[in-house]
């Protein structure tokens, strides 16, 4: 047996393999040497829990796929275009036309590392670079009273400021540290540079920058304002005077004290009108 082709609907119960394991033609070998840990290189990581990484003796079946990435690999398309969802594959597979296994031209084949080289079949680029691309801010770090700006060598060319993706920063304001800049795994560690002045402690005004806290503030307390409830009283109109009284004295919750009846006078006893006295008539003789 020289090639495995993987069965789309294989048999309940059926298994297959190689026929003898010895058989150097039906396997992968090694992409490389297990590679020692760095920060500006990735690696290849296959399906299947395979291990790509080891000695001659190792051996991965066919149909084995690996995969490498990096936030700053590009696309290569006449130019270079940044991308950092790009993902290449390369997969251990058997070729008729040499009659032996290998590992197969990368899928896509047009992605270039930050080292500008064309990433190939897993076993010829087994460790692609995935540097940075060189930190260009306008302009010159300015000096501040308590500020400390140190790099591994110092990145500036008398005009701009170059931060190369082997060189390390520090700024240091009033003995504390305030960020390390540094490129690891195709990202450098501050992404809001954009010149040489946003590299500041006190910046243009006088007085210190703010500098926020973790623990956020506790906001004000709530204000709830409670309306006071309104009631509306409708007084039908009155119809007739009768109603119109009637409304009028049920209006008084409360009735007025009525005043005491003032004593009437007492009838004086009429006295007898005065009778004329009696006149006599002398008769004169």
Known sequence: MSACTEMSDPITGSSSGAWNCDDEDIFCGAV?????????????????????????????????????????FKEYNGTKEERSDLVVASTCKFDRTTNQTGWSQADPGNIMDTAGNMIMAADM?????????????PGM??????????????????????????????????????????CSEGMWSIDYLTS??????????????????????????????????????????????AQTSTAAASTSSTPKP??????????????PAPTPAPTSSVRSI
């Open 32 to 72: 490389s040497d297990i590679p020692i840990f760095d920060d500006k290189k990735t690696v290849w990581t296959c399906d299947h829990n395979v291990h790509p990484y080891g000695d001659a003796n190792l051996k991965i079946f066919q149909d084995v796929t690996c995969y490498t990435t990096c936030p700053s």
């Open 258 to 271: 009525t005043a005491p009846p003032s004593p009437s006078p007492s009838p004086q006893p009429s006295s």
């Open 125 to 137: 680029t087994p460790n692609p670079a995935c540097g940075c691309e060189d930190l260009v801010l």
């Open 196 to 241: 040489a002045e946003d590299i500041f402690c006190h910046g243009a005004t006088d007085g210190y920058t703010e500098i926020s806290t973790y623990w956020p503030t506790n906001p004000p307390p709530a204000t709830t304002t409670t309306q006071a409830p309104t009631t509306t009283t409708t007084t039908a109109a009155p119809t007739s005077a």
């Open 141 to 182: 770090v300015e000096e501040e009273d308590g500020k400390i700006w140190q790099c591994l060598y110092d990145p500036s060319n008398g005009i701009d400021t170059i931060i190369k993706d082997d060189n390390d920063c520090q700024l240091i304001c009033d003995q504390l540290v305030v960020f390390d800049l540094f």
